[in-house]
């Protein structure tokens, strides 16, 4: 298809949802906007708004990003930062470059040798990144593959092959007698965070992890590779992080504590690797498949299981241990190092202490031109926008605070570090909205607390897409069938396009999980094989995502109009009869679980009236927010707690500064989130008196948060 011209792109916001129906009365009548009493001038100012972000200088700004490679605590990363601190400043924002010292690697040798039975070399690498033509990948300043977190040392053993890393993927190697001890662990990519993978092979006695990319996963087996196609090529590496983000997120020697530059050394851990942190105390290294293949190979012992273990080399896989032993070399320089957030705001004029935070993280293991340049040039837009409204004299009811993080890649770091140093200030914040992979390709997708779902969809109605219609309307077509219920107070609730559940990975996490504030993250996907490679380049992006940066300039005006309707709402637009209704599917799920697990005895009624309390109080809400008459400030600040209501202060079991009662990442899952955590992980681990322990704590948080609403009548 024929992709439209940016100029074609910018349709009348009012006139969309009418002319695309064939209503066009004249003159066009305003929506009606939940939050909204009067959505007349507020439609006006959203039409001036989405006629601003360009798809060419979006184009611009994703060049100049990923012009150099910008590691976290690198020159060029702060050439990144003082880039975007400009552009905030002409935009209008009252901006300011926060650096913060935090316990940063970085690799000075990283080495694997692998030997068959008879001492014969296999491999020797990793292997340099390489494909033919790609005019980026041969800068100097490419690191090494390496990941964030790996420990240090100079260890030799036998190899075994542990499929993705899962749970259920050590324990089938457990069944079938395979000792881990004094062993290396060699793991594909895919279904689980890699820090899990090397959590999961530490606890079990493995001396060091191999993790490559298999090429059924997002190499050839998927299509063509680059740079004939979008998919991993050979010598393509997954760099990454694997600190234990599922203990804490952020600087690994002041959790809970902003790690500032005055911050004295005694406020920092001392001993934080292993059981003190969140920090492996083994090696891990990430190779290409072109250097897994040779060890896969050559790999005796049985065969692997039938169903889901063996990938697309041209090969029978085994699981080891004998046939292959591998020499791995890790020497990592571990630094306090500063890294440098950027901070932009524009000061609301009714409700100055109400903010309204839009971030996206700037730092990339390379070149990062989706993850995460595609998002920094989006954000860019968003704010040419808003500053264009600035210019013509409008400010925003609530505090707009656009946020630049540094060292995400390394464990959500400047996100996390400037959370904690805002913890009291937050308690006030109405949203973070995130974006961070922004665009691979044309089809949006979005993740949310339930009370935000419907406020994203709102949003991506008022939105022009490329394809023609709404960003709405495109969305929902791709998901025939695959629909959601929406709160309402109706018998039958509508039907809905279904956004995703927030896990971690990205910097909504310490702002949901850690101090409560609504999020949501969006993105437009397509195929992406080069994650975390050097090919995730300029070139790489214009072939493959998005040529004309015309998705830049879609995911541009939807963040920004994320940030501009919630800073100028009357209501804040937070649907909680969603929350409450997925609460009580959460519960009715575990308790189901329980049964299967053999804990039947455990008592879900407190947890479940709770919720039922939860419900009523959320219906009576939403019908003072649909009115949105009376003492909205009452009703504002009592919808605003709610969603604090959830966190509970002695956060979760055995990780504390995980506080939220409704979800967190799953201690073996990482990025997937685990709903209603302190129930369903007790359940899991069949301990029925912490189960109990942490049912009566979600009851607690559903009372409290039912209290909160019932206030606001």
Not at 291 to 299: K, R
Not at 465 to 476: D, F, K
Not at 677 to 686: F, K, M, Q, S
């Amino acid at each position: 298809m024929t992709l439209l011209k940016p100029l074609a792109l910018i349709f009348l916001l009012v006139s969309i949802p009418y002319s695309l129906a064939g209503q066009t009365p004249a003159p066009v009548p305003v929506p009606t906007v939940f939050g909204y009493a009067d959505f007349t001038a507020q439609a006006k100012l959203e039409e001036k708004f989405l006629a601003v972000p360009d798809a060419r200088l979006a184009g611009q700004h994703l060049k100049t990003l990923t012009a150099e490679p910008h590691m976290a605590a690198t020159p060029e990363d702060h050439k990144t930062a003082e880039y975007v601190a400009e552009k905030f400043r002409a935009a209008g924002l009252d901006t300011e470059i926060v650096p913060y010292r935090v316990l940063l690697n970085q690799p000075k040798t990283v080495r694997v040798e692998a030997f068959d039975a008879s001492g014969k070399l296999l491999m020797s690498g990793p292997t340099r990144e390489h494909v033919d033509g790609d005019p980026q990948q041969d800068d100097p300043r490419v690191v090494m593959p390496f990941n964030g977190s790996s420990g240090s040392g100079d260890v030799t053993g036998e190899v075994v092959y542990a499929n993705y890393g899962r749970l259920e993927d050590f324990n089938q190697l457990a069944a079938q007698n395979i000792d881990l001890h004094g062993k290396i662990v060699l793991a594909r990519y895919g279904s689980n965070f890699r820090g899990v993978k090397v959590y999961l092979a530490e606890q079990r006695g493995a001396i060091g992890v191999l993790l490559y990319s298999d090429p059924q996963d997002d190499g050839y087996y998927k299509g063509d590779a680059y740079p004939n196609g979008p998919w991993r090529p050979e010598t393509g590496v997954q760099r990454g992080s694997v600190q234990y983000l599922f203990k804490y997120a952020g600087d690994p020697e002041t959790p809970d504590v902003a790690s500032t530059l005055d911050l004295a050394d005694s406020a920092r851990i001392k001993n934080f690797v292993g059981q003190n942190g969140n920090q492996p105390g083994i090696i891990s290294i990430p190779i290409s498949y072109h250097d897994a293949a040779p060890i896969l190979q050559a790999l005796k012992g049985p065969g692997v299981p039938q169903q889901g273990w063996q990938g697309a080399l041209p090969f029978s896989y085994h699981l080891g241990p004998s046939g292959v032993k591998v020499h791995l070399v890790s020497d990592q320089d571990y630094q306090r190092r500063i890294i440098w957030d950027v901070i932009g705001k524009i000061k609301g004029s009714d409700y100055p202490d109400e903010w309204v935070l839009a971030g996206n993280h700037r730092d990339a293991w390379v070149y990062g031109a989706v993850d995460p340049s595609s998002g920094t040039a989006a954000m860019l837009e968003s704010v040419h926008g808003i500053g264009a409204l600035i210019k013509q004299g409008w400010r925003p009811k609530r505090t707009i605070v656009f946020c630049s993080w540094d060292a995400e890649e390394q464990g959500l770091i400047g996100s996390t570090e400037w959370v904690e140093q805002h913890a009291q200030a937050l308690q006030r914040a109405v949203a973070y909205f995130n974006m961070d992979t922004a665009v691979s390709g044309p089809d949006f997708s979005a993740s949310a607390v339930p009370s935000l779902k419907e406020f994203v969809r709102d949003v991506t109605r008022a939105v022009p897409s490329p394809l023609g219609g709404t960003v709405y309307q495109q969305w929902r077509a791709k998901h025939p069938g695959d629909e959601e219920r929406r709160g309402s107070n109706t018998q039958q609730p509508a039907a809905e396009v279904p956004l995703g559940v927030l896990g971690s990975g990205s910097d909504f996490t310490p702002f949901l999980q850690h101090v409560g504030v609504p999020s949501t993250d969006v993105d437009s996907g397509g195929p992406y094989g080069v994650y975390h490679s050097t090919f995730d380049d300029f070139a790489w992006y214009t072939q493959n995502a998005d040529p004309h940066f015309v998705y830049l300039q879609e995911m541009a005006r939807v963040f920004g109009l994320e940030a501009l309707r919630m800073a100028d709402a009357d209501v804040l637009p937070y649907d909680y009869v969603t929350y409450a209704r997925e609460i009580s599917a959460y519960i009715g799920a575990a308790e189901h679980k329980a049964g299967d697990a053999g804990l039947s005895s455990l008592d879900f009624a407190p947890a479940e009236a709770a919720a039922g309390r939860l419900a009523n109080a959320a219906r009576k809400a939403h019908t003072l927010e649909t009115a949105a008459s009376g003492d909205l400030s009452r009703l504002n600040l009592a919808l605003r707690q709610t969603e604090s209501a959830f966190i509970s202060e002695a956060g979760l079991p055995n990780r504390p500064w995980y506080r939220h009662t409704i979800y967190a990442p799953g201690e073996v899952t990482g990025y997937s989130a685990v709903v209603i955590p302190g129930v369903n992980e007790a359940i899991d681990a069949r301990n029925p008196d912490l189960a109990a322990a942490q049912l009566t704590v979600l009851a607690q948080a559903l009372d409290r948060a039912a209290q909160t609403l019932e206030n606001a009548h």
